[in-house]
């Protein structure tokens, strides 16, 4: 027990030492002595430390050649504390300050890394991936023998996946919930804006199946020209997917609106949407 207690005391003693020791670097004014120490607990990934220490020897050194590496150190002390706005700004700053630097294609790429990181899942609002995929594809052409190139794309097509899901899951919501024109409205720009997209078939064949059910909840002077809308997104379906397994509720809903068409009046009227 003494023993333990013993143990506990010496590890507070060497805490309230390192306390004691950056406290007096930290109200200290030998500004060498704040970088060599800010770069040291950096490199112990002890960000909370040298963030404050590199904070202020930015205003110091402004305007020195030490300038550059301190506010390099900056950006990144945010980037590793997981502050990405406050990070991606500081990049951004340091690229346009320092436009020659060896470090400037580097932070150019972590500006639009940062947006990256930011980006939230795709049931969230979508805004940080947006412009994570324009800053990442301004980092592609200004930089396009970057080494960094392949990783930018992969990045790029990751994010454009979030966005492709979003609007899929946000058409289904429309269609779970019975809205049935925006569910097809959301199915078609999903389909053009992402032509290759994986949710294709489920797209189509509930594109035309919400089609259809918004045909079957119109009154009776548009119910016509909507059963046909409908019969154009089964045709699509049916070119782009023959063999699916959604196929036969789909020939059996087609075959439904055929006959409710024979049934109406050859003097009927025919509405737009």
Known sequence: MKLKISFILLIFSVLMVGCSNYNRILKGNDMDAKMEAAVRYYNKGDYYKALPLFEELNAVYRGTRKAEKTYYYFAYSNYRLGDYQSAAYDFDIFTKTYPTSEYTEECSFMHAYCYY????????????????????????????????????????DQLREKLETKT???????????????????????????????????SLFLSFKAAYLYAEGSIDSKREGRYNDALRSFGEFNVAFPESKHMKEAMDLSDQIKKKLDKIPSDGVSAIN
Request: with cysteine; glycine share 0%; net charge negative.
């Open 117 to 156: 990181q930011d980006s939230p899942e795709y049931s969230l609002d979508q805004t940080n991936t947006y412009t994570a995929i324009n800053e990442l594809q301004l980092f592609a052409d200004k930089y396009p023998r970057s080494t960094r190139i392949e990783e930018c794309n992969s990045l790029i």
């Open 168 to 202: 899929y899951e946000t058409a289904r919501l429309y269609y779970n919930m019975e809205y049935y024109k925006a569910a097809t409205t959301t199915f078609k720009n999903l389909l053009h804006d992402f032509p290759s997209t994986k949710y294709r078939e489920n």
